[in-house]
């Protein structure tokens, strides 16, 4: 069961009338005080503890179904550690503030530093367990046989390498592992500086398993989530309008623009040797505007499917195709995850606030992290690499720029503009060539016939004519109108800030749907981001 499966639109309707029906005779706890300061009568109306608890076994009850469709196997895993981490944040909270409690009150100044110095020091530890056993979890599914061939290679050890073989061929990540542990990670981290942990598991298990964004983000807090389930209100006409608006918007972007266009891009990349140059190069543009139609249709589908059940979850991206820097690119491409990695990495190392070496090498290490982070391949690795060598480059033109006034004048005018845009998305779309082919050699590959290279004649047929019955003319076409499109969305969204009203988003719905159901391609390609 996928997010565009009818099956799921089933259960998604299902679960958002139990979810809200358990509710609907809900006792409430009457607040009434006789007068306030004004000499009005105030009352409150609260639903009670026993309702919401009912609503998060729900909750739960439909996650591990949801994931259960895709990989039943790996529910009990889940479980664990949601468990584990439930409880080593309780003990670092415990530990962090074991030296509050009245027995200490009448320690000498001195006895007073040394045990906040032994609360805070076992805190410490217990903080990198646990981000030790979260890093280690992933390693293990994720970047093991990885890192066996990295060592066959390296050191000449053939049984590495059929070791690696052997795992590689038996273990499967569990879907969402990169996002679980990330959530995991942040949960932990915000603990140890301040935010208190919550003593309810049940709670902290409705967080992490809930299933929209339980595969692939976006990536929240703790906090921000469970503060919105209590005060959480049944939806009203518009909010379900905008929810249902945002899957539709979801739906068209993923099964009309980015499987089709995924379509021609597997046909090119899965046959470098027959491709020309011109298909080369559309391939990438197809790329990264499939790659981004993709996760941006998944992340509107999720938004959608949580505001049904009165969540707000995060934004994850914001018109990052028409950004005139690298850095604001990663300000408003997958932002929960550049969040993430400002919040959690970046600012622990230093951040900018030591010398400019010391905020490129943050940089760079971060981005390199990112790539890492997003699969066990050398491409992925390099990819990285790049961003955080373009990051850096981005922060000493800043820094030049600040010294030579025409230099930063020259990034204000229109010509400076266009060229900065023209140099970021280039330099973007090119490094996503290292992230659709991991395997440097294929990309490589790419990179040494971008020119002069001539197209087999019956692959032009084969793909252009027989697969999408079109020219290569044709498709060119169709991507220029994709582009002005979403220049005039860009235009009109962040420009003139018009959004349509939600009576005419729920008359455009069904239209959605239908549009989605006749033109979609049969079958539908997986969602990129699952694989991370």
């Not at 005060?231 to 979801?250: D, H, L, R, T, V």
């Not at 992290?369 to 690795?381: N, Q, V, Y």
């Not at 087999?456 to 169709?478: A, E, N, P």
């Not at 009576?503 to 539908?524: M, Y």
Request: glycine share 8%.
């Amino acid at each position: 069961m996928n997010f565009l499966d009818p099956l799921y639109g089933l259960f998604l309707f299902i679960f958002v009338w139990i979810y809200w029906y358990c509710g609907r005779f809900r006792p409430v706890v009457k607040l009434d005080f006789s007068q306030n300061e004004s000499g009005s009568r105030l009352s409150d109306d609260l639903p009670s503890e026993s309702t919401q608890n009912i609503r998060l076994w729900i909750l739960c009850g439909a996650s591990l179904l949801f994931y259960g469709f895709l990989q039943i196997e790996y529910i009990p895993l889940l479980l664990l550690m949601t468990f584990l981490n439930f409880q080593l944040g309780k003990a670092m909270e415990t530990r962090s503030r074991g030296c509050f409690q009245p027995k200490y009150s009448r320690l000498s100044d001195r006895e007073w530093e040394q045990m906040q110095q032994v609360w805070s020091s076992r805190a410490t530890q217990l903080l990198i367990f646990g981000i030790g056993l979260n890093v280690i979890l992933l390693l293990g599914f994720k970047y093991l046989p990885f890192l066996l061939e990295t060592i066959a290679v390296v050191l000449d050890f053939p049984v590495a390498n059929q070791s690696a073989n052997w795992i590689g061929d038996r273990l499967i990540a569990p879907l969402g592992i990169s996002f679980f542990t990330f959530e995991c990670i942040a949960y932990l981290v915000d603990i140890y500086r301040g935010a208190p942990a919550t003593r309810d598991f049940l709670k902290f298990s409705g967080y992490k398993l809930f299933f929209p964004k339980l595969i692939s983000g976006p990536i929240t807090r703790f906090h921000h989530f469970i503060n919105q389930f209590q005060e959480i209100k049944y939806p009203s006409p518009e909010q379900f309008s905008e929810g249902a608006w945002s899957i539709a918007c979801g739906a068209v972007k993923k099964a009309l623009i980015a499987d089709r266009l995924g379509i021609y891009v597997d046909l090119c990349f899965g046959n470098l040797e027959r491709a020309g140059s011109g298909d080369l190069w559309l391939a990438t543009l197809a790329y990264g505007l499939q790659l981004y139609f993709d996760f941006s249709g998944y992340v509107d589908i999720v938004r959608g499917s949580a505001m049904f059940l009165g969540f707000n979850l995060p934004e994850n991206f914001d018109f990052p195709y028409f950004t005139t820097s690298i850095a604001s690119f990663w300000r408003r491409w997958h932002m929960t995850l550049g969040d993430w990695l400002r919040n959690y990495l970046y600012f622990p190392l230093g951040g900018s606030r030591k010398s400019l070496q010391r905020t490129c090498f943050n940089l760079f290490i971060i981005m390199l992290i990112a790539g890492i982070w997003h699969g066990a391949a050398w491409g992925f690795i390099l990819w990285g690499g790049l961003h955080g060598f373009a990051l850096v480059i981005h922060r000493l033109i800043e820094v030049q720029s600040k010294r030579n006034r025409t230099l930063e004048t020259w990034w204000t005018t229109i010509p400076g503009t266009i060229s900065a845009w023209l140099t970021t998305q280039i330099f973007v779309f090119l490094a996503w060539i290292f992230f659709r082919l991991p395997n440097i050699q294929d990309a490589l590959f790419v990179f040494n016939h971008f020119f002069g290279r001539m197209g087999d004649v019956q692959f032009t047929q084969k793909v252009y004519y027989d697969v999408l019955g079109m020219g290569r003319s044709d498709l060119i076409l169709l991507i220029a109108i994709l582009v002005v499109n979403m220049a005039i969305a860009y235009f009109i969204q962040r420009g003139l800030r018009l959004q349509l009203n939600w009576n005419l988003k729920l008359i455009l719905v069904p239209l959605c749907f239908l549009i989605v159901w006749i033109l979609a391609p049969e079958g539908g390609l997986r969602y990129i981001y699952f694989d991370f």
